[in-house]
């Protein structure tokens, strides 16, 4: 069975930068997707990749998030650059029906 395990979250000051990482124990040759949850607030859309390495953003990050893949580690990369005290949230790995445990990013203002 396929488990996803996100990592790289933390404290961080609004501008800075976080790499956050999903690591898949199956392969990843699938759509992945990265989600994110604020307090009080509904789980939110943030940016998929698709097995040819499409993506797509939502407007809220995009110019400031990128997501990418390493099919031989079979690992999920999110790059959060400019972050904003807006972006805090829990940030969740989603592959099909398949949820991470989630790893908590704060940006401090």
């Known amino acids: 069975q396929v488990q996803l395990v996100e990592s790289g979250g933390g404290l961080v000051q609004a501008g800075g930068s976080l790499r956050l990482s999903c690591a898949a124990s199956?392969?990843?040759?699938?759509?992945m997707h990265w989600y994110r949850q604020a307090p009080g607030k509904q789980r939110e859309f943030v940016a998929s990749?698709?097995?040819?390495?499409?993506?797509v953003y939502a407007d809220s990050v995009k110019g400031r998030f990128t997501i990418s893949r390493d099919s031989a580690k079979n690992t999920v990369y999110l790059q959060m650059n400019s972050l904003k005290p807006e972006d805090t949230a829990v940030y969740y790995c989603?592959?099909?029906?398949?949820w991470g445990q989630g790893t908590q990013v704060t940006v401090s203002s």
């Open positions: 990749i698709t097995s040819s390495s499409s993506t």
């Open positions: 199956g392969n990843i040759f699938s759509n």
């Open positions: 989603k592959r099909g029906l398949l």
